[in-house]
């Protein structure tokens, strides 16, 4: 499990105003797929909206409580949800096990969905979009940096390099990584082994490593990793601010 049942998302450092807007919503993809979402506006737009790919558990409450923390930050916020086609569009509260249906997850079902979720952020707001993902979802948003969803740039928390499979070194927006130096679901070897194969591509990319920090470290109630949240924090809205222009092919 990526977090405890207590954990609670950091707040941004700056707080630009509150949500204006929030709550569930369901999401259909080309392929007839349905799947949970949840939207949260800004008061104060910074111009700039976010696609948040939560860990295992899908849609949980932390993501949906995250959104807001984004919103509240400035961007316009949808969190995606990864198992409509196995376990349909209902809530993923914490009696919810994602490992039941991670094995029926496969990539091209992220990018249908994720593809979806880009369509109606941009419905909402036509700025630049950014996928923000953690544990799974931050393996993925690296993924869906070379998708060829016209994304400004992908962020990740802690991803197994794993779910980058075959768009490892394709051309992709830039990427930021944002890795735990105690990862006990991830070596110094494999990320090593990841920024090693990025570089050979060419790919664009950040990658800051929090010494002793563990997985699943950016949880408002690890009291020792208060400055590790801020400054990841700082490090996001930094990357989203430098790479408004950009979009992947």
Same mark, same amino acid.
């Given at each position: 499990m990526c977090h405890d049942i207590d954990s609670r998302p950091p707040a941004a450092p700056v707080v630009t105003g509150g949500v204006t807007e929030h709550g569930p919503l369901e999401?259909?993809?080309? +392929?007839?797929? &349905?799947?949970?979402? =949840? *939207?949260?506006? #800004?008061?104060?737009?910074?111009?700039?909206?976010?696609?948040l790919l939560p860990d295992v558990r899908g849609l949980h409450p932390f993501y949906a409580s995250? /959104? *807001? *923390?984004?919103?509240? /930050?400035?961007?316009?916020?949808?969190?995606? +949800? =990864? $198992?409509?086609?196995? /376990?349909?569009?209902?809530?993923?509260? +914490?009696s919810f096990d994602g490992y039941d249906h991670l094995a029926l997850l496969? #990539?091209?079902h992220v990018e249908t969905d994720a593809a979806a979720a880009a369509a109606a952020i941009r419905a909402w707001h036509p %700025? #630049?979009?950014?996928?923000? %993902?953690?544990?799974l979802g931050g393996g993925y948003s690296w993924r869906l940096g070379a998708a060829g969803l016209g994304l400004a740039g992908a962020? %990740?928390? =802690? %991803?197994?390099?794993?779910?980058?499979?075959?768009?490892?070194?394709? #051309?992709? /927006?830039p990427l930021l990584m944002l890795l735990a130096g105690a990862d006990v679901a991830t070596t110094p070897e494999e990320y090593a082994a990841l920024t090693a194969a990025f570089d &050979?591509?060419?790919?664009? $990319?950040?990658?800051h490593v929090y010494d002793g920090a563990p997985h699943s470290f950016f949880d408002d109630a690890y009291d020792q990793w208060q400055e590790a949240c801020a400054d990841a924090w700082r490090r996001i809205l930094g990357f989203t601010a430098r790479h408004v222009g950009e979009a992947d092919a």
């Open positions: 999401i259909g993809t080309v +392929d007839g797929n &349905r799947f949970r979402a =949840y *939207r949260a506006a #800004p008061a104060v737009p910074n111009g700039r909206s976010v696609l995250l /959104a *807001r *923390r984004f919103a509240e /930050a400035g961007f316009h916020t949808l969190v995606m +949800d =990864y $198992y409509g086609r196995s /376990a349909g569009t209902g809530d993923r509260d +914490d496969e #990539p091209l %700025g #630049p979009l950014f996928s923000v %993902g953690f544990c962020i %990740g928390f =802690y %991803g197994p390099p794993r779910f980058l499979g075959d768009r490892t070194t394709e #051309p992709s /927006a &050979r591509a060419g790919k664009e $990319y950040e990658a």
